[in-house]
């Protein structure tokens, strides 16, 4: 099975803050990686697929970069409504598994 | 708009048996291959399994054990899980998501599964 490590687990950031994310597989998945971003109570929403591609209606502060092994999920900008909790997941191979998670906090 | 409701959730005691449904609507639901994943309380994501169009094809996590099934009846545009052999460390909330290419796009809001006796 492919692992995904997600780091950090948690960051408190201000609005206005550049952030990152990073994920790392642990064996290559070229670009199959995707990133979702989950409010408490709720589904989680699809941010970005294949590495770099913005999903229909995210804003544009939302990017992702990567192949490989390691990819960055960057938030250009923290907004009020962008924290939340975020996840990788590999879409190369089954099983299709998710990175553990970065809660992204208000400092 | 595209809406997948589910349903079925609730307790349920250890070695007990449970059907999950998902109804979709707002797309062509024969279109999609359709997934269930599942999040404990607290935890994060775990994909259980995914089904093909037609239903021909179907992929399971390994820890199921055999105890899950999913299925799909497209004439009626619903998904379903059939869980059976229910442990403690099945309690979580469970999810109906469109497939695509592996990637999840649209997610139902989640029926919560509580094992416990």
Do not use: H
């Not at chain 1, 597989?25 to 709720?42: R, V």
């Not at chain 1, 990017?63 to 990819?71: L, Y």
């Not at chain 2, 442990?87 to 509580?114: M, P």
């Amino acid at each position: 099975d492919i692992q995904m490590t997600q780091s950090p687990s948690s960051l408190s950031a201000s609005v206005g803050d550049r952030v990152t994310i990073t994920c790392r597989a642990s064996e290559t998945i070229t670009n199959y990686l995707n990133w979702y971003q989950q409010k408490p109570g709720k589904a989680p929403k699809l941010l970005i697929y294949a590495a770099s591609n913005l999903q229909r209606g995210v804003p544009s502060r939302f990017s992702g970069s990567g192949s490989g092994t390691d990819f960055t999920l960057t938030i250009g900008g923290l907004q009020p409504e962008d924290f939340a909790t975020y996840y990788c997941q590999q879409s190369y191979s089954t099983p299709l598994t998710f990175g553990g998670g970065t809660k992204v906090e208000i400092k | 708009q595209v809406q997948l409701v589910e349903s079925g959730g609730g307790l349920v005691k250890p070695g007990g048996s449970l059907r999950l449904s998902c109804a979709a609507s707002g797309f062509t639901f024969s279109d999609f291959y359709m997934s269930w994943i599942r999040q404990a309380p607290g935890k994060g994501l775990e994909w259980l399994s995914y089904i093909s169009e037609s239903g021909r094809t179907v992929s399971y996590t390994d820890s199921l054990k055999g105890r899950f099934t999913i299925s799909r009846d497209n004439a009626k545009k619903s998904l379903y899980l059939q869980m059976s052999s229910l442990r403690a460390e099945d309690t979580a909330v469970y999810y109906c998501v469109t497939t695509v290419g592996s990637t999840f796009y649209w997610w139902g809001q989640g029926t919560l599964v509580t094992v416990s006796s």
